[in-house]
């Protein structure tokens, strides 16, 4: 059984940084991608960012609202992905969740090709 387990939400005010870890945990994966998506209170969920391993390259992918200002980064063997997050707004606030797609490419955020999730962790940006 496969766990995602994430940490680092919490409480920020306008314009100061979190940073979100994730670890899988239950099997080792190959040619793999992780991601976070979020869901704020009465909207859907949405793609934040992905990044997808390989021998021969990661490759990250971010929505246009976080570019600039989220990095996803991440260690594939370990099975861990963490997303740095600068200049959070309030608009950032939602439940972060993580995801996993346990085949190889380049992963470009359609939540419908995961295949495990986390439980979320919540992120408050306060104005």
């Known amino acids: 059984q496969v766990q995602l387990v994430e940490s680092g939400g919490g409480l920020v005010q306008a314009g100061g940084s979190l940073r979100l870890s994730c670890a899988a945990s239950g099997r080792t994966f190959n040619n793999y991608a992780m991601g976070w998506f979020r869901q704020a209170p009465g909207k859907e969920r949405e793609f934040v960012a992905t990044?997808?391993?390989?021998?021969?390259?990661?490759?990250?992918y971010y929505a246009d609202s976080v570019k600039g200002r989220f990095t996803i980064s991440g260690d594939g063997p370990k099975n861990t992905v963490y997303l740095q997050m600068n200049s959070l707004k309030p608009e950032d606030t939602a439940v972060y969740y993580c995801?996993?797609?346990?085949?190889?490419?380049?992963?470009?955020?359609?939540?419908?090709?995961?295949?495990?999730w986390g439980q979320g962790t919540q992120v408050t940006v306060s104005s």
């Open positions: 990044i997808s391993f390989s021998w021969s390259g990661d490759n990250t």
């Open positions: 995801a996993a797609r346990t085949r190889g490419g380049t992963w470009y955020g359609h939540a419908r090709e995961a295949d495990y």
